[in-house]
């Protein structure tokens, strides 16, 4: 039972953070490998705060989610203001130097090893400790996240989002202005990604840098392209899969030595083969 | 003199550098397409070599194998791959995702088979060193200079002198006008992932002659390059080769201030800096 | 003396060696319907982009009601009050003709997260205000009944009217149409005619680029005749299309 509750929570968490990537990904059409980074910023915080009792879980969280929408701003505005592969670079570089100092500076971050024992998270001093309320913390905030994208996709802005990503010159020429949505759902995507870095803090109580590199974003790459773009049912789908994918593998005997590097193989040719096939994913709509 | 040692690596990090950002120039000014799986050519050739001098292939040789074997690996991630995502009517996004995918998987096989630790050449003559006045130089290093410059020239003569070269630099600039004028930029394409995957060869056997080989030690190299493409100027290869080299003298120098796992962010660093104030690089056409 | 509503001065537009535009210089009068004529590649288009903002010249500058428009971005020229259409289209397929709308009018509410996220009712009675204003101004060009129709499932014409549309919705005094016409049935033609006078005679301003003979005989008050990138001539139609010596530039020339 405890395994299926994790399992659950993880994929959660896991959901909440896909569907910071869709947003940047599927609706604003935006190339982006380092949604882990950001989402290591969010965990370190939250992890960091607990540890040392400097607040509780939720202004934690709060705290978390207003660092990372600040981190994305500052990146993609200059970057999405020249073009869209000079955010590639921006991209690549942001997620490259995370892992950088994820793993050098240990003071902050624990370094390689990264930060053991992280208290369970509160409700305004009240903790969660039993797996089952864990569990029913994460369903809670993936819910407002997932209620949260279902709002902005029927929004007016979700209708800008998606016109930019179809022709930006002609939104442009409509009167509306391109970089300003972009960055605003960059800034929405970093909150969404470091909300979704606080629980897994609290809820794995331990974190390292390998959770945070950039296998992992291209693992939420995958989750999104498999799951499906721009809708909720594949937000929700990719992850719940994905996640399960190790299980699935370990019917197969694989020896434990290149055990990651198969995982990593088979999101590259998931990508591959989804991209040339089924861009759609499983329950999208095309990339 | 350690600024000056440190300077002379600068300067050869910076010709191996030069010939991975102008290969990927050559393909990202020719296609469009950020071809983010460059990174994998660069990694499998140096494996390649490896393999080959260990079944005791002539050095010389198996570098030339590696390179062609590079441009063919190129030529068909082009040709099967993006050709037909073009056919589909893929969208920019939609490539660079399966150019991720196509990294991961050439990252993630080599990692399988030959083990993530970090493999060494086999090849005594490569550590030894010549001094040259106060700086040192392993005979790696100077191969490394020699055959990267000569690479970098070959591709400024090719693209300036040949008529393949003013083709490709005439795709570059409007492929619309190109294919109604009978250049077949598929065609064109092919060519040029073909010499850019070859040309990123060498730096990717060279290099990991004196670091070692990692599977997934690609990928910064490849930022770095990028930046320095950027920052020269997309389009210039002169440009670009200059910048690389730039880049990785400040790399090395900053190693007087700073320890070496923040080089990236020297790098990054200078990016930022052309990012705010010079987005279009420092020689770009006009 | 009272600047002209709208006056391009000495523009000059280079791509590497070609010149686009080369000391372009023209004025356009408010209410009246002025049509930009000319061989392929005299520059139409490129003119529609250095107004608008989507291109930066060389030298010269545009000013509308006496404003200069230099180096304004695309959206805040739309907020001065000029909107431009394309050759091309360029709608956009995987909305609905209302939606296609819908984004171009300006001061939505909901359209940033915040308001879509914590207003989400206020955005969506707002949102019902706004969409019978797209209905109306779909109604005008004469698209009531498609409004829920997906662009890629409209006809040729009915995409055009469409573009007319969405620049309705931006609430501009001053319409560049580029070939507003082209490619259209006879029927579909005289729609989009009758329609352009109709809008002129609401207090618009058109500045159409036309290479229909027949359209702009009919439709245009004034016609500039534009020739590698330079304004040649400048009159009534009647004048512009008897000059024997720009019929040659027009229909003997080359390209």
Redesign the interface.
Known sequence: MDFLYSYIALAEVYVLLGLSTNLL?GIA?I?T?SQAAVFGVGAYIVAYCLMHEIVGFVPALLLASACCVVLNVLVTL??LR?S???F???S??IQ??AT?IF??WTGGTGGANGLPGIPPPDLFGFPLESNELLVLLTTAGTGFGCL?FW??MR??????L??IR??E??????????LR?KV??A??AGAFAGSAGGLYATFLSFVDPSSFD??AS?LL?TMV?VGGARTLPGSILGPFLLLALPQALAFIDIPT??AA??R??I??????AF??FR?QGLAGEK? | MLALQLLINGLVTGCALGVVSVSFGLIYATTKL?H?AHAGVYTLAGYLAWSLVRQGVPDIVSLLIAMVASAAVGAAIQGV?YA??ER?R?????????S??????????I??VY??NILQFPLPWSSRMIGIGNVRLTWTQVLTVVLCLGAFAGIMWFSHRTILGKQIRAVASNPFLAEITRLRPQRVYVTVMAIGSAAAALPGVLVPLDLGLQ?YGG??PL?TA??AM?AGGIGSIGGSFLLAVGIAVLQNLSLLIM?G??S??V??GI??VF??FR?TGLFTRR | MTPAYLQAQGLEVAFGGLRALQDCSFTVDKGRITCLVGPNGAGKTTIFNAI?G?LKPQEGSVSFKGRVLDGL???DI??AGI????QNL??????TAL?NV???L?N??????L???FR?LH?ARA?KQRRDEGREILAHVGLADKADIFVRNLSYGEQKLLTIA?LL??GAELLLLDEPASGLSAGALEAVMVLLRRLQSEGKTLLVVEHNTRVVQKIADDVLFLHQGHLMAQGTPERIISDPALAEIYFGGAI
Not at chain 1, 155 to 160: D, S
Not at chain 1, 267 to 272: K, V
Not at chain 2, 90 to 98: C, Q, W, Y
Request: a negative charge; aromatic letters at 8%; proline letters at 7%.
């Open positions: 990904v059409g190339f490998v200059p970057s020249v869209g592969d000079y590639v670079v921006t690549f570089g490259l130097m950088a793993i050098n949260a709002l902005i929004a007016p802005f979700g209708r800008l998606r016109a179809e022709d010159l002609a939104v442009a020429a409509a009167g509306k202005g391109v949505a605003s759902a800034a929405l950039l296998d291209i790459l392209v030595s290149i590097s198969a990593q193989l999101y590259g040719l998931l990508l591959i991209m040339l861009p990339l | 950020f983010v791959l037909e995502l589909r893929a969208t920019h996004l939609v490539v660079l995702i399966a991720l995918g196509m990294l991961a998987v050439m990252q993630n096989i990692a399988a083990t993530p599977p990928v910064t930022l990028t930046i950027i320890p796992e923040w990236i962010g790098t990054f990016f930022v990012m705010l987005p | 608008t989507f971005k695309p959206q739309v907020a909107a431009r259409s394309f360029r709608l956009f397929q995987d909305l939606d819908l984004v171009a300006p939505m509410a909901g359209e940033d997260p308001g879509a996220i989400p955005a949102l969405r919705a931006t």
